[in-house]
């Protein structure tokens, strides 16, 4: 399941996964990255983590495709549950120059404030 919210110019773009990505959220998430990079740049993103099981296998080659958009990205912080926790240094060593911050789903309200910052 994906959901995203703040696609309009001066809103925050949260993305929502749950479960497993499938090509298809992949390819939601990347039009989303697209429109919002034309709106502002660079820009910063919220990422909401819950119940992480992966990707599809179908789904890999487009997740490699969406890394080129992620460098228009200044902030980005990520909400998770334990099924998520710990992979910010992995994040920002693949998309160098993207400042990183991880929180418990607890702490949602202080992830925005941070990105707002």
Do not use: C
């Not at 990205?73 to 120059?97: C, R």
């Amino acid at each position: 399941m994906l959901e995203i919210k703040g696609e309009k110019k001066g809103e925050m773009l949260e993305v929502t996964t749950e479960g497993t990505a499938t090509q298809d959220d992949l390819q939601t998430f990347e039009e989303a990255l697209k429109a919002k990079k034309l709106q502002e740049e660079p820009l910063n993103i919220l990422f909401i983590f819950k119940n992480i099981e992966g990707n599809t296998k179908e789904a890999l080659p487009r997740a490699w495709k969406i890394v080129t958009h992620l460098k228009s990205i200044n902030k980005s912080a990520i909400v998770a549950d334990e099924t998520f926790m710990g992979l910010n240094e992995k994040i920002e060593k693949l998309i160098p120059g993207v400042e990183v911050a991880q929180y418990p789903l607890q702490e949602l309200e202080a992830a925005r404030d941070w990105l707002r910052e």
